[in-house]
């Protein structure tokens, strides 16, 4: 690494899965990030399927090399967590001896590599915890508590290894801090470093229906009844409260999305993974629900969705609606603001700390009827979304932009590795 001048290092970054979701969206931009910077950036994962990915990672900015796909995610859909750091251990070994040092590794999610990569001496290692992960996985009976034990006790102490810990939120820092309880006594303390969003890529809404959108993967913890619920009981409320014909509405779920069109409602993802069970039960959940609820016909669901495809759904719609509680962070909201869209999202976890409540959106307690009135605002007076889109896409640019995120994240790399080898 040079002395003085523009620091130009050699950074790796191990993520488990190369998919589409909040984490990869991270890790892609860290990737894009520090190579506009100068660095050369080389990512190492067990898993990328170049039909289902970040179009970044095809680009030829940094290279991505597989190691590991041959080892199963799961065992008759049982041992995760096993099979996820065996998957990540042979990907870090084969980085420890197939590769040269590099002077940052940057891991996030299973923090198991951490010692692996400490071998090297001349190598510093920072770990991104987006959140710890026994606090994720279930311990409903004795034998899943006997089983995550020595997984839970693991994780403690190989994070604490890493030589410096980021997380997504301050909700995160306080919950890493209340978690990891030695950890914290020990005085080891994360920074915070917010996630990002490229505001370039969203466009001035051309036009704006009576939609609801909601992005977010098929998976029960994102909550995504709570939009179908909150749309049904919609069309409950007196033509006073919302000052429109909410018959019209749609709303549209986009397996990472959801729009909805008012009042029609679209629910897409462009997380939707046929691999995992949990993906595939919970869309037919959502499906019977819409029916009980009588909303079927304005309900539509898209399993997967382009970055291009996304960005339409975000141009068409009227808000956001973002469903999970104590998200650590949330992506979706920044996308949907830097697309000059409001966010009617949960007031916990992240979106506390992104969203300015009455001037970006509104932070509702998570239950139908507080999504609902907030849904009615907007249909009442359309001119409000576009003056909270407004403000959302200055709030994002100045605060949560890409270009933000990379000069925090570079300079935070290059102070570690210069305090490493200087």
């Not at 523009?6 to 979701?21: F, T």
């Not at 020595?150 to 997380?167: C, N, Q």
């Amino acid at each position: 690494m040079k002395k003085s001048g523009r620091s130009k290092l050699n950074i790796a970054i191990i993520h488990p899965d190369l998919g589409i979701g909040g984490a990869e969206r991270l890790i892609v931009d860290a990737a894009v990030e520090l190579a506009s910077h100068g660095h050369n950036v080389h990512i190492f994962t067990a898993h990328h399927d170049r039909a289902r990915c970040f179009e970044e990672t095809l680009a030829g900015t940094f290279p991505v090399t597989v190691y590991g796909a041959f080892i199963p995610r799961q065992i008759f859909y049982r041992l995760h967590a096993v099979c996820a750091y065996l998957r990540c251990l042979f990907v870090a070994l084969c980085v420890l001896f197939m590769w040269p040092s590099f002077h940052v590794v940057l891991a996030d999610q299973v923090s198991v590599v951490i010692p692996l990569m400490k071998l090297k001496k001349s190598t510093k290692v920072v770990f991104y915890c987006h959140f710890p992960d026994l606090l994720l996985a279930q311990h409903t009976t004795v034998l899943r508590r006997i089983y995550r034990k020595p997984i839970d006790l693991l994780e403690e102490i190989t994070t604490g290894m890493a030589d410096l810990i980021l997380v997504n939120s301050k909700f995160t820092a306080s919950t890493f801090a209340n978690t990891f309880k030695h950890l914290d006594a020990r005085g080891i303390k994360p920074t915070v470093l917010y996630p990002a969003v490229n505001v370039a890529q969203f466009d001035e809404p051309h036009s704006s229906r009576l939609n609801f959108l909601s992005i977010n993967r098929f998976e029960r913890k994102k909550n995504i009844d709570l939009a179908i619920s909150a749309f049904a009981m919609l069309h409950t409320l007196e033509g006073d409260v919302c000052g429109r014909n909410v018959a019209d509405a749609t709303l549209t779920v986009a397996g990472k999305y959801i729009l909805v069109n008012v009042v029609y409602c679209l629910l897409a993802s462009c997380g939707f993974d046929k691999r995992l069970i949990e993906n595939v039960e919970y869309l037919e959940e959502l499906k019977s629900l819409a029916e009980r609820k009588g909303v079927s016909p304005q309900v539509k669901f898209v399993t997967s969705c382009s970055t291009a495809e996304r960005n339409k759904l975000l141009s068409q719609c009227l808000c956001v609606l973002y469903t999970p509680k104590d998200e650590h962070f949330g992506i979706v909201p920044l996308e949907a603001m830097a697309a000059h869209k409001p966010v009617i999202a949960c007031n916990s976890g992240g979106p506390v700390e992104t969203i300015k409540n009455g001037a970006t959106g509104f932070l509702c307690n998570p239950n139908p009827q507080e999504f609902a009135l907030a849904m009615a605002k907007f249909i009442q007076d359309p001119q409000m979304a576009d003056r909270m889109g407004a403000e959302a896409r200055k709030h994002v640019t100045e605060s949560f932009s890409t270009k933000i995120f990379g000069q925090r994240l570079n300079r935070i790399l290059v102070d570690i590795a210069r305090g490493k080898t200087e």
